[in-house]
């Protein structure tokens, strides 16, 4: 079964501190992984994507790698903002199946 | 270039009650999803139409749901009658094709049932 996992489930960080996010995925067999960003009650804002023939993929503070072999995916967010809390949802494209498959997500509150 | 563009934003209905939603998706996008999201859980599929024909609804409740793409372009997802635990957001998607293409999401249709 493809599966998404997301740890932790949230995390509560000072305002400035650098932190990870982590992804983990049960089959190497994919196309892509897309890191989304959820507010309370709205829609999923496409944060980062990263094919499957990437390493790593950058935007501002936000660095996102991708290691197949090993099912994982981290999220690096330096420099934490208040205005970065929000729930990080993971994202996986698989082979041999029509739809992405959805971790939990990880809640993230950046304290001022 | 417009996004994708969902109505309503939200409803509140009674259980036992019919809902529909709307859903327009980014022009020139073959594939259009809707997935549920349940508070606390990440979104998951319900059907995904390949211009005006279903690829994949195996996970759409068929007894309750239905959804449709007629000219392959809006889509409309309807409940009917509505259970207590069918609450959660609607979310609609589109991508240029399958196979991995990226996928942009709408702003979503909360449902509550009371």
């Known amino acids: 079964k493809q599966e998404v996992t997301q740890i932790p489930a949230a995390l509560s960080v000072p305002e400035g501190e650098n932190l990870v996010l982590n992804c983990s995925f049960t089959?190497?067999?994919?196309?892509?992984l897309q890191w989304f960003r959820q507010d309370p009650g709205k829609g999923l804002t496409s944060l980062l994507l990263?094919?499957?023939?990437?390493r790593e993929q950058t935007s501002g503070r936000l660095n996102a790698s991708l290691d197949k072999s090993s099912g994982r995916s981290t999220l690096y967010i330096a420099a934490s903002q208040p205005g970065d809390s929000a729930t990080y949802l993971c994202a996986v494209s698989f082979y041999n199946n029509n739809d992405m498959r959805f971790g939990a997500g990880t809640r993230l509150t950046v304290k001022p | 270039e417009a996004g994708v563009a969902q109505s309503p934003r939200y409803k509140i209905i009674e259980k036992r009650q019919s809902v529909a939603f709307w859903c327009n998706p980014i022009s020139g996008h073959a594939t259009l999803y809707w997935y549920q999201q349940i508070l606390g859980q990440g979104p998951k599929l319900l059907i995904q139409f390949q211009n005006n024909g279903v690829v994949d609804d195996s996970q759409l409740p068929k007894d309750r749901f239905s959804a449709e793409r007629l000219k392959g372009v809006d889509s409309t997802l309807k409940i009917q009658p509505a259970k207590l635990e069918d609450s959660a957001v609607y979310l609609c998607?589109?991508?240029?094709?399958?196979?991995?293409?990226?996928?942009?999401f709408g702003p979503g249709t909360r449902l509550t049932v009371t």
């Open positions: 089959d190497s067999a994919i196309y892509n």
């Open positions: 990263i094919q499957s023939s990437q």
């Open positions: 998607a589109s991508s240029i094709g399958t196979g991995g293409y990226e996928q942009y």
